[in-house]
């Protein structure tokens, strides 16, 4: 897949491609959908498709306070978007001067000059330019294909990043994988941590994660996906710590099933099936063990086949 970095003008191979438009934080099937529609009208004009999107999330410009937490982060809604099939990749800056331009302003010096559009696929109600005054007519004035995808529903629930946000904090993360159309994931290295998981013998592989959406804190019934392909399942602690009050940092903690080997420094993907309990403070080491040995019990009795 091809980025064009902001400011960098679309080449000669990307003339004419069709152009998905959008935030796309979560990469759910709503944002599927448009990518589809993009793939399929970009194969029958045999011209490429690509996605344009922005950072950062107009949001955090120009209502810093009301921003949502990300659901993905940069590099991980690009790796997402290449898996989706597209060609290209055009990030936009998202700034007050780009917020400032008119609809046909922002068609013209963006979707023409810079990306030299053949055409875009949008939302339905996309608004655009300044004060959201550009609609899908101001769109279909520009450019010879505009194509208006309706939303992904749910039965009665909208496939939408902030409906899934929501369900994600509460740590209904079954839930929300009906409306991402896959279990929702977080990923990082593998790092150390206190090594309190060896010594009442159950190891745990720390994964350092950088989102800024996190669950709900507690325990998830889990599938842990190694770098080489292999898949385990696993029990996941989300949260501080309380037993031994070790900080105020949000660690995942992750026991693998059937698993003996060393994951340090290694990517690990973990897709939380389900929310088993709240994380809560224990009186003693052993009862800490005896519940972990339950969660165990718990996941495994809640894990469906990978």
Same mark, same amino acid.
């Given at each position: 897949?091809?980025?064009?970095?902001?400011?960098?003008?679309?080449?000669?191979?990307?003339?004419?491609?069709?152009?998905?438009?959008?935030?796309?934080?979560?990469?759910?099937?709503?944002?599927? %959908?448009?990518?589809?529609? /993009? #793939?399929? $009208? @970009?194969?029958?004009?045999? &011209?490429?498709? !690509?996605?344009?999107?922005?950072?950062?999330?107009?949001?955090?410009?120009?209502?810093?306070?009301?921003?949502?937490?990300?659901?993905?982060?940069?590099?991980?809604?690009?790796?997402?978007?290449?898996?989706?099939?597209?060609?290209?990749?055009?990030?936009?800056?998202?700034?007050?001067?780009?917020?400032?331009?008119?609809?046909?302003?922002?068609? %013209?010096?963006?979707?023409? /000059? #810079?990306? $030299? @559009?053949?055409?875009?696929? &949008?939302?339905? !109600?996309?608004?655009?330019?300044?004060?959201?005054?550009?609609?899908?007519?101001?769109?279909?004035?520009?450019?010879?294909?505009?194509?208006?995808?309706?939303?992904?529903?749910?039965?009665?629930?909208?496939?939408?990043?902030?409906?899934?946000?929501?369900?994600?904090?509460?740590?209904?993360?079954?839930?929300?994988?009906?409306?991402?159309?896959?279990?929702?994931?977080?990923?990082?290295?593998?790092?150390?941590?206190?090594?309190?998981?060896?010594?009442?013998?159950?190891?745990?592989?720390?994964?350092?994660?950088?989102?800024?959406?996190?669950?709900?804190?507690?325990?998830?019934?889990?599938?842990?996906?190694?770098?080489?392909?292999?898949?385990?399942?696993?029990?996941?602690?989300?949260?501080?710590?309380?037993?031994?009050?070790?900080?105020?940092?949000?660690?995942?903690?992750?026991?693998?099933?059937?698993?003996?080997?060393?994951?340090?420094?290694?990517?690990?993907?973990?897709?939380?099936?389900?929310?088993?309990?709240?994380?809560?403070?224990?009186?003693?080491?052993?009862?800490?063990?005896?519940?972990?040995?339950?969660?165990?019990?718990?996941?495994?009795?809640?894990?469906?086949?990978?």
């Amino acid at each position: 897949m091809r980025v064009l970095p902001p400011g960098v003008a679309a080449p000669d191979e990307l003339a004419g491609a069709i152009w998905a438009i959008g935030n796309f934080d979560g990469l759910h099937r709503g944002h599927q %959908a448009l990518f589809a529609a /993009a #793939r399929a $009208r @970009a194969t029958s004009s045999r &011209v490429a498709a !690509g996605v344009l999107t922005f950072e950062p999330h107009p949001a955090k410009v120009l209502s810093p306070a009301l921003a949502p937490r990300l659901i993905l982060n940069a590099a991980e809604k690009e790796r997402g978007i290449a898996a989706a099939g597209l060609d290209a990749l055009a990030v936009e800056r998202f700034d007050a001067a780009l917020a400032a331009l008119a609809p046909d302003e922002f068609c %013209a010096r963006v979707l023409g /000059a #810079r990306l $030299r @559009a053949g055409g875009v696929v &949008v939302g339905e !109600g996309f608004r655009f330019g300044v004060h959201a005054s550009g609609v899908v007519d101001d769109l279909r004035r520009a450019l010879p294909t505009v194509i208006e995808v309706r939303p992904v529903r749910e039965g009665d629930l909208l496939c939408s990043s902030t409906k899934i946000r929501e369900l994600v904090l509460e740590g209904r993360v079954d839930a929300a994988a009906l409306l991402l159309g896959h279990r929702y994931w977080v990923e990082g290295p593998v790092v150390h941590g206190d090594h309190r998981g060896r010594t009442i013998g159950v190891p745990t592989a720390n994964v350092r994660v950088e989102r800024e959406l996190l669950p709900r804190l507690g325990v998830y019934a889990t599938w842990a996906a190694l770098d080489d392909g292999t898949r385990k399942a696993a029990v996941t602690n989300v949260g501080l710590r309380p037993t031994f009050a070790t900080g105020d940092d949000v660690r995942f903690e992750a026991h693998l099933f059937d698993f003996a080997g060393d994951l340090y420094g290694r990517p690990l993907r973990l897709e939380l099936v389900t929310h088993l309990r709240d994380e809560r403070r224990f009186a003693s080491v052993d009862e800490l063990r005896a519940q972990i040995g339950a969660d165990i019990a718990a996941a495994r009795a809640a894990l469906p086949p990978p």
